[in-house]
């Protein structure tokens, strides 16, 4: 199905000589259909067994970054979503911890697997964003290191002898973590969100959604949608990526209603009802983390595991890694990185399009 | 009821009956208090003052949204109620920091609040020492409310650097806003943190006083729970949630429960109203007099008795905190030549005044010593 050429972006952060349009990912034309029934049964269907059963033996890794300021759950959540302690919170609050001066980020992996799937999920955390008393630029360490991934994937893509599978290290996922004043986004949201939606997949969720009462909730996620579309900020999924229109019609749902997904998250399990669940106990009730009266974390985890994970890696691959790839080539006049004209090797990636101001 | 005895009785004079005349003095003259609020934006200040004191103080408010704040300075806001209950009226003004903060560079924002502090005490100054002093205002910060997040893990770095910049000009009331957000436990250990980092930064909070060995058990008790539960966890409310079969209560009403602010098993809300409003009101204003007050008064008069000079001992006590403390009174920005000059008169005055109380202090000393030698 093919769309007319998609908008031209005019973000300054990029070079002038990219290319215009965006470039699609590459479907092939949609061919002239036979109807196999007439004919008899010729088993093409089985592809989808066949590429069930290549994906059971290799795996797949996903690779998920977590901004938001510290305390906010992050590393709880991560736990909460992926069932196990894949990222290690940074402060059991017996532990004396200090807060890092400058964003750090730390990478953490782990093999999970389930129903005979094997995942190799990396965990990016970002301690010290937004914890100091000057914020500014704390998003360039981010920014930073996500470039650096497609760089490294580039440089294995141009190789001349390059391995069977490159090894992904790109970050298909950030989870912006905002803060639930009740009131709307603060300027640091806005400022990192701006730069960085058209960098990675950034989903915003509401963190420790349990301090809003309903009414509370649906008005504060009103206004931050209102905010972002009124600053231009595109997140996952975005509205130029819908391929057709089942997936606008579904995404249209989700980004409208349900996103920004309110979260809780918890490692700690409660008896309800003679149940067993994961959740919070207060002096006025307990909260269930996976009941979708009391927060949205099952919709975010449905969103992000069971039905976009892998569309999250194809955007990232077709999408923001092409990006990339296309300005690279353009900064070096066509040629892969690496080799300038004439043989001379030419400086590398320039990873922060603006200097830190220090 | 204290029985007025008879004139004729000779053990009995009756100044005993004092309290009483204060009282009803105090009664008629009303009290003022000023209280300021300050912390992030979003974590429950309004709605605390309002449960505080039953009144809808914020109805009109605007909350900017973010690209809007982006380019706010702090600005300083008051807003005055007279409330009154029991035949005792109270002006109470509040000072609201709107933009504290809020910004993406929080540098040196607690600035204007310093400031802002000294400025009534230095207006307070004035009115002390001018002629005309029967109807002194009373504009000095009696009490800071400080919200601290219960998202984070202890005070940040931006909690520190304000409290570190007011702790001395002003009690300093923290306060754990939106405790809702928080199992009974994580409470208990934020705000165990918050106290170690308060001991360790050296921040000077409020002290209660201790009670007096007369008063009864109970009162110690409450007392005590008190002092251990700072800093306060607070939820506020305004509305009253009717929850069918029980009676209804003011508080926040989730899908798993109702948190009410009034249930001390809650939260500390029903404690911080006892100790602000019904037991230390009264302590927190004589001690904003006595000593906060007094402090600047002293720091102002010896700077101006010594120019240029700076006073070692208070300078190493100032040194913690913001590096631009200005020692001499400083002049509202609007003010005219006129003011100008007659402020240079007073200055001039008081120093005189100063020196001739140096030189008669000297004199007596060398007298006495004259006098020891005879």
Known sequence: ?358 | MWKMKGLKDKEYVGFAALPNQLHRKSVKKGFDFTLMVAGESGLGKSTLINSLFLTNLYEDRQVPDASARTTQTLTIERRGVEIEEGGIKVKLTLVDTPGFGDSVDCSDCWLPVVRFIEEQFEQYLRDESGLNRKNIQDSRVHCCLYFISPFGRGLRPLDVAFLRAVHEKVNVIPVIGKADALMPRETQVLKQKIRDQLKEEEINIYQFPECDSDEDEEFKRQNEEMKGSIPFAVVGSCEVVRDGGTRPVRGRRYSWGTVEVENPHHCDFLNLRRMLVQTHLQDLKEVTHDLLYEGYRARCLQSLARPGARDRASRSKLSRQSATEIPLPMLPLADTEKLIREKDEELRRMQEMLEKMQAQMQQSQAQGEQSDSL
């Open chain 1, 1 to 358: 199905m093919s769309k007319g050429l998609p908008e031209a972006r005019t973000d300054a952060a990029m070079s002038e000589l990219v290319p215009e349009p965006r470039p699609k990912p590459a479907v092939p034309m949609k061919p002239v259909s036979i109807n196999s029934n007439l004919l008899g049964y010729i088993g093409i269907d089985t592809i989808i067994e066949q590429m069930r059963k290549k994906t059971m033996k290799t795996g797949f890794d996903f690779n998920i970054m977590v901004v938001g300021q510290s305390g906010l759950g992050k590393s709880t959540l991560v736990n909460t979503l992926f069932k196990s302690q894949v990222s290690r919170k940074a402060s059991s609050w017996n532990r004396e911890e200090k807060i890092p001066k400058t964003v750090e980020i730390k990478a953490i992996g782990h093999v999970i697997e389930e129903g005979g799937v094997k995942m190799k999920l990396t965990v990016i955390d970002t301690p010290g964003f937004g914890d100091q008393i000057n914020n500014e630029n704390c998003w360039e360490p981010i920014e930073k290191y996500i470039n650096e991934q497609y760089e490294k994937f580039l440089k294995e893509e141009v190789n001349i002898a390059r391995k069977k599978r490159i090894p992904d290290t790109r970050v298909h996922c950030c989870l912006y973590f905002i803060s639930p004043t009740g009131h709307s986004l603060r300027p640091l949201d806005l400022e990192f969100m701006k730069h960085l939606s058209k960098v990675v997949n950034i989903i915003p969720v509401i963190a420790k959604a349990d301090t809003m009462t309903l009414e509370e909730k649906s008005e504060f996620k009103q206004r931050v949608r209102k905010e972002l579309e009124v600053n231009g900020i595109e997140f996952y999924p975005q509205k130029e990526f819908d391929e057709d229109l089942e997936d606008k019609t579904e995404n249209d749902k989700i980004r409208q209603e349900s996103m920004p997904f309110a979260v809780v998250g918890s490692d700690k399990e409660y008896q309800v009802n003679g149940k067993r669940v994961l959740g919070r106990k207060t002096p006025w009730g307990i909260i269930e983390v996976e009941n979708l009266n009391h927060c949205e974390f099952a919709l975010l985890r449905d969103f992000v595991i069971r039905t976009h994970l892998q569309d999250l890696k194809e955007v990232t691959h077709n999408i923001h890694y092409e990006t990339y790839r296309a300005k690279r080539l353009n900064d070096n006049g066509g040629l892969p990185p690496g080799e300038g004209l004439l043989g001379t090797v030419l400086p590398p990636a320039p990873a922060t399009p603006c200097p830190t101001a220090e």
